[in-house]
């Protein structure tokens, strides 16, 4: 193990998406989703 990196024996959950998870893409279009609905935008039914 890398100097720096801690014990084996511990899993830790992250609470953001990285470059490359498969539910990356999805977390970012909630993000901005969120951001464009609080600027007053809303989306199109047709859209979900």
Same mark, same amino acid.
Request: charged share 25%.
């Given at each position: 193990? %890398?100097? &720096?990196? &801690?014990? %084996? /024996? #511990?899993?830790w #959950?992250l609470r953001k998406? +990285?470059?490359g *998870? =498969?539910? /990356? %893409? =999805? +977390?970012?279009?909630?993000?901005a989703a969120g951001v *464009?609905t #609080?600027?007053g +935008? =809303?989306?199109v039914?047709e859209d979900?």
């Open positions: 193990m %890398p100097e &720096g990196f &801690g014990t %084996p /024996s #511990k899993c #959950k998406a +990285l470059y *998870l =498969r539910i /990356s %893409p =999805r +977390l970012w279009q909630q993000e *464009l #609080k600027l +935008l =809303r989306q039914p979900p």
